[in-house]
């Protein structure tokens, strides 16, 4: 047998699409067998499995066990729960490595896979190979049997594990996303006072998409915080890899300086360390890491280009602005929003000051949301290889690793083509609005030069 993928769902860093139109169940049960021939290839046996809230993970991910089961390999299904819960079940349970069924952060529409296999995540040209093997149809024969095991239970135990914190009175709004059952598990355990909100799993998110990098999805959390006048409130987005944060004020807390207030109890742990941040973050933050005498590492935007980079330098943190934040340190390396919350919880009791205290006192800058122009795809590279050899010829201040970062003295400015969209990514940071004005219209003369108009921007 051999099957066709759609070439939109083989993506950067997963297989994800629109059910029932870019990804079917065949395209699930014909992963579960490409898949379980991969892992045969690298003598792995074992497998597990789990799923996120959405409508049709249960007939997906049935098709996917279905197909591994079929190409030979054990699958040890660990039933619903964030992605994080399925990365830890990889270090927990005697498995070669696991599969979630998930659509991430996407509307409910969409659905995919994040893979795993001997400790790593697979992506990039290893996802590529998945959908030639199987359009070749070079699967492996087999009986696979299947076992189900519940480790919400040990998952929360060991988020716990080593916590010491203040009680604080805490909001939390889980979208209805995956990490609802284990928050309200976490949340009955935690010291403190706290208010949950939507931690019913509903694959349909009537509340509010869960997205909590996007400001207006924490309305309903600010809203929380003020009327309990909260200390702070923590989101998550729908399969729980991701943070989102507002102070006692309201105020968004971005990924960069979540990580700012992150590296500090770190860096006293383990002077010197090397704390690694995307293209995207602020310049705060480097400088911050300095300060704190750890040595800052900007590197690409992705969560697997991250992980590698961490098992490469032996980062204890690192984290990106899409609210990704990866802990090595006391944990396994992988990107966990519960976690996270968990030592979130931790820094700002040891600072001895209020999260609001914390957000008071850092560096004030001005800077733009992420700006998003629609470009054709064969386009997308060449426009930023065409602006980083212009700027170069220049003599600009340029760094290369993600696209081009060009500092001046006003701040900086980003040019990068995403990994997963026919997008470019802008992004600006100024000392203040005039500043601003100054960076944004670099980059309005850099797109105009490649023949991209400012209208196409999209929000």
């Known amino acids: 047998m051999t099957h066709q993928f759609n070439p939109t769902i083989l993506r950067e860093y997963d297989i994800r699409g629109i059910v029932g139109d870019t990804l079917t169940e065949a395209d699930a049960y014909a992963l579960g067998r490409t898949f379980a021939a991969k892992a045969r290839d690298e003598g792995a046996q074992r497998i597990a499995v789990g799923r996120d809230g959405r409508t049709h993970s249960p007939l997906l991910q049935a098709a996917l066990i279905r197909g591994l089961t079929e190409g030979g390999i054990d699958a040890v299904q660990i039933g619903m729960g964030p992605s994080p819960m399925l990365y830890f079940a990889t270090h927990y349970l005697d498995v070669d490595g696991g599969i979630q069924v998930t659509g991430s952060h996407n509307p409910g529409d969409y659905n995919g896979f994040k893979l795993l296999l001997k400790s790593r995540s697979v992506f990039g040209a290893e996802i590529q190979a ?46 209805n996303g995956a990490a609802g059952p284990v928050l309200d598990m976490l949340v009955e355990r935690l010291p403190g006072q706290h208010h949950v909100i939507f931690s019913e799993v509903d694959g349909r998110f009537p509340n509010h998409h869960p997205d909590p990098t996007v400001e207006a999805n924490l309305a309903d959390l600010k809203v929380l915080v003020a009327r309990e006048q909260l200390d702070f409130g923590i989101a998550f987005d729908g399969d729980g890899d991701r943070i989102g944060a507002v102070d006692g004020k309201g105020r968004v807390i971005w990924g960069d300086q979540l990580l700012m207030i992150l590296a500090e109890p770190v860096l006293k742990e383990q002077p010197g360390a090397t704390i690694i941040a995307d293209v995207k973050a602020s310049q705060v933050l480097f400088d911050r890491v300095g300060e704190l005498g750890g040595t800052p590492l900007m590197w690409k935007t992705g969560h697997s280009l991250i992980k590698s980079k961490m098992k490469e330098t032996g980062a204890p943190l690192a984290g990106e602005m899409s609210g990704h934040i990866f802990f090595k340190h006391r944990w396994y390396g992988f990107d966990d929003a519960l976690y996270a919350a968990v030592r979130l919880i931790e820094a700002v009791s040891q600072s001895g000051r209020s999260l609001t205290e914390i957000m008071d006192a850092m560096p004030k800058t001005t800077a733009t949301p992420e700006m998003r122009f629609q470009v054709d795809e064969p386009r997308k590279f060449a ?21 081009v970062r060009v500092s ?26 005039a500043a601003l004005e100054r960076l944004v219209a670099q980059i309005d003369d850099q797109l105009e030069k490649s023949g991209v108009k400012r209208i196409e921007a999209i929000h």
């Open 383 to 403: 426009i930023v290889d065409e602006v980083r050899d212009r700027l170069s010829s220049d003599g600009a201040k340029v760094d290369a690793t993600d696209g």
């Open 130 to 175: 998945i959908g030639e093997r199987a359009a070749v149809g070079n699967w492996s024969e087999g009986a696979g049997i299947v076992e189900e095991v519940d480790i919400g239970e040990a998952y929360v135990n060991r988020l716990l594990e080593d916590l010491s914190g203040k009680p604080f009175r805490i909001g939390w709004d889980a979208g």
């Open 408 to 433: 001046t003295g006003d701040g900086w400015w980003l040019l990068r083509a995403s990994n997963t969209q026919d997008v470019l990514v802008a992004r600006a940071e100024g000392t203040d609005e």
